[in-house]
């Protein structure tokens, strides 16, 4: 995963909120292993023990490094959702989701 790309737009289904607005998607080759992480704003807003809110630079990094060993797309998910339960010392707040696709191409 090289980045959060699209951070900073519309959430998805918004767009036609805006008079005048069209969402448009532009085509990205996909090469295998790519991966796409959907979540709800429950996950960027969940607070750590501090109380600080998490954010999406801090989930970012949360990202980066789950994904960071390798391994295929459930695993990494894994490992990020212990990370942000761990966070919140195992008690979500908020309504939190997570998705992620991972292309793998037919042998």
């Known amino acids: 995963?090289?980045?959060?790309?699209?951070?900073?737009?519309?959430?998805?289904?918004?767009?036609?909120?805006?008079?005048?607005r069209h969402r448009r998607f532009a085509p990205s080759p996909r090469r295998p292993g790519d991966r796409v992480l959907m979540y709800t704003d429950g996950v960027v807003e969940a607070r750590t023990r501090e109380a600080k809110l998490l954010g999406l630079?801090?989930?970012?990094?949360?990202?980066?490094?789950?994904t960071a060993g390798g391994e295929l797309a459930p695993e990494s998910l894994r490992r990020l959702i212990h990370s942000i339960l761990a966070m919140q010392e195992g008690r979500l707040r908020d309504d939190a989701t997570l998705l992620m696709f991972e292309w793998r191409p037919p042998s």
């Open 1 to 20: 995963m090289g980045g959060l790309r699209g951070a900073g737009r519309p959430e998805s289904g918004q767009g036609h909120r805006r008079p005048g």
């Open 57 to 66: 630079e801090r989930f970012a990094d949360y990202v980066i490094r789950a």
